[in-house]
C-alpha cells in the first residue's frame, strides 16, 4: 500500500496493484472491512466509501443501503464497477474519481462516511477528515479502519522506530488513533464511539446530532 505525498505517484502505484490487490488483500482485510460496513449500515442508506478501491467492501453493505464510493485511482475504480455489474449490486449508487480531500458532494449528504484502509495514505489526514465532516448528517459516523497503533501501546515505539523504513516498501506502520480521536474531540463535534483492537483497527467518530 503506497504511503506518499505525490498523488500521481499514487495514482501510478495503484494503476500496478489494481490488477493483483484483491488476491492479496481480500482475506487480510475482510474482518475490518465488514465491522466497518456494518456500523455503517447501522447509521441509516446513504453512506459514502472513500478510498473504495477495487470494492473490495461492497458487496457487504445491505440490500437497502445506498452507497457511492469515491477514489483516486480510476484503475481500482474498474475493477470496483465490474464487480458491481458480475455480482448485481444495486445498492451500490456511483463510483467516481475523486480525492479525499476534495469531495464532490454538497453538505450533510451521508448517514455514514468510511474510509478503510485510505487515511495513512492521505497526505493531509485532517484536510479529508473536515471534508468528511462537512458532508456527514448530524448524528452520523465517520468509520475509519486501518493499520493504526494505540499511543500508550507497548510496541509504539518499535512501530514509529520501524517507521521510515516501512515507508521506502510503502507502508504506514506509525499512524496514531489519537490522531482521529485528538481530531474529533479538537472540532467539539464529535464523540469517539468506538476503538477496535488488534492489528487492523476500527474507529468511529459519531458527529453530534445537535453539530
Ligand atoms: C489500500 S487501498 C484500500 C481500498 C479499499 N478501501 C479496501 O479496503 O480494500 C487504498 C485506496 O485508496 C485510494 N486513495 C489513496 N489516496 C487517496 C485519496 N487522496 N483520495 C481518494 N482515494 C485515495 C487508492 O487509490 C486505493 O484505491
Same mark, same amino acid.
Given at each position: ?26 482475506? =487480510? ?8 460496513? +456494518?456500523? *455503517? ?16 467492501? =461492497? ?10 464510493? *469515491? ?17 448485481? %449490486? *444495486?445498492? #451500490?449508487? $456511483?463510483?467516481?474519481?475523486? +480525492? ?5 458532494? $454538497? ?6 462516511? !468510511? &474510509? ?13 477528515? &473536515? ?21 500508550? $501501546? %507497548? =510496541?509504539?515505539?518499535?512501530?514509529? $522506530?520501524? &517507521? ?8 504506514? !506502520?506509525?499512524?496514531? #488513533? ?6 474529533? &474531540?479538537? !472540532?467539539?463535534?464529535?464523540?469517539? #464511539? ?8 476500527? #474507529?468511529? =467518530?459519531?458527529? %453530534?446530532?445537535?453539530?
Amino acid at each position: 500500500m503506497p504511503a506518499t505525498d505525490d498523488l500521481d505517484t499514487q495514482k501510478r502505484a495503484y494503476a500496478t496493484w489494481a490488477k493483483f490487490y484483491d488476491r492479496i488483500y481480500q482475506r =487480510l482485510l475482510a474482518r475490518p472491512q465488514r465491522e466497518a460496513v +456494518d456500523a *455503517a449500515c447501522a447509521c441509516g442508506p446513504d453512506i459514502l466509501e472513500i478510498g473504495v478501491g477495487t470494492g473490495l467492501t =461492497l458487496p457487504y453493505f445491505t440490500p437497502d443501503s445506498r452507497v457511492f464510493g *469515491a477514489d483516486l485511482s480510476f484503475d481500482m475504480l474498474k475493477v470496483a464497477h465490474r464487480k458491481v455489474a458480475e455480482q448485481k %449490486l *444495486a445498492h #451500490v449508487r $456511483g463510483l467516481m474519481v475523486m +480525492d479525499a480531500c476534495r469531495l464532490g458532494f $454538497g453538505p450533510e449528504r451521508f448517514d455514514a462516511v !468510511t &474510509a478503510q484502509f485510505v487515511i495513512t495514505l492521505v497526505p493531509d489526514p485532517e484536510q479529508a477528515l &473536515a471534508e468528511m465532516d462537512r458532508v456527514l448528517k448530524p448524528g452520523g459516523e465517520i468509520i475509519i479502519s486501518s493499520r493504526l497503533i494505540d499511543d500508550g $501501546g %507497548l =510496541l509504539a515505539p518499535f512501530w514509529t $522506530g520501524l &517507521a521510515p523504513l516501512m515507508r521506502r516498501i510503502g507502508w504506514s !506502520t506509525d499512524f496514531k #488513533v489519537s490522531r482521529l480521536t485528538g481530531w474529533g &474531540a479538537a !472540532t467539539g463535534r464529535y464523540e469517539t #464511539v468506538h476503538v477496535g483492537r488488534g492489528y487492523f483497527k476500527v #474507529v468511529r =467518530l459519531r458527529k %453530534l446530532a445537535s453539530a
